[in-house]
T-cell receptor, first 113, second 116 residues
């Protein structure tokens, strides 16, 4: 069945370092991917998205890389700050199904001063 | 520009009671989605609605759960005869008319349901 999973459940980094959060997906037909950030007690917050016809997209301090060959997605955060501490989820939309998002289990990012 | 609004933020119900969760989408958004999140887990899709229509309810339990998005007013997720296993955070998201290649959904703060 369809699934989106993450390699690392937790990630600890030093303030100022770069962070890389990884995600594997199993549905090769998925054509749209999103990264969300969720802080404790809050709803998911959109970070960045990417379509399957792209392999890289950059935002402010964040970059998403998509490798369709190995069905892998990553989120890179440059110069990680304490405010980046949260749980990060990748999500996919099945091809042609611009409705439900399928979420992975999440990676907790802890930024230490 | 107000974001997605959900109320109540916290809801406590005893087993057997009914829970009603409300969601007002962002202004101009006509698509609403409900998700459920258990502690330390990802969000699970429940249902996708447009005004007066249920488009995809493949994630909804077959019994006790229902959802609506009337022509006027908020979307409602209704859980009848709640059980302890229904305790979770319920998130609503909204999106504008879907554009090819995009499914950006904006999430509300969630309703945390506790069944005692």
């Amino acid at each position: 069945g369809e699934s989106v999973g993450l390699h690392l459940p937790t990630l600890s980094v030093q303030e100022g370092d770069n962070s890389i959060i990884n995600c594997a997906y199993s549905n090769s037909a998925s054509d749209y991917f999103i990264w969300y950030k969720q802080e404790s007690g809050k709803g998911p917050q959109f970070i960045i998205d990417i379509r399957s016809n792209m392999d890289k997209r950059q935002g402010q301090r964040v970059t998403v890389l998509l490798n369709k060959t190995v069905k892998h997605l990553s989120l890179q955060i440059a110069a990680t700050q304490p405010g980046d501490s949260a749980v990060y989820f990748c999500a996919e939309t099945p091809s042609g199904g611009y409705n439900k998002l399928i979420f992975g289990a999440g990676t907790r990012l802890a930024v230490h001063p | 520009n107000a974001g997605v609004m959900q109320n109540p933020r916290h809801l406590v119900r005893r087993r057997g009671q009914e829970a009603r969760l409300r969601c007002s989408p962002m202004k101009g958004h006509s698509h609403v989605y409900w998700y459920r999140q258990l502690p330390e887990e990802g969000l699970k899709f429940m249902v996708y609605l447009q005004k007066e229509n249920i488009i995809d309810e493949s994630g909804m339990p077959k019994e006790r759960f229902s959802a609506e998005f009337p022509k006027e007013g908020p979307s409602i997720l209704r859980i009848q005869q709640v059980v302890r296993g229904d305790s979770a955070a319920y998130f609503c998201a909204s999106s504008p008319e879907t554009i090819s290649g995009s499914n950006e959904q904006y999430f509300g703060p969630g309703t945390r349901l506790t069944v005692t």
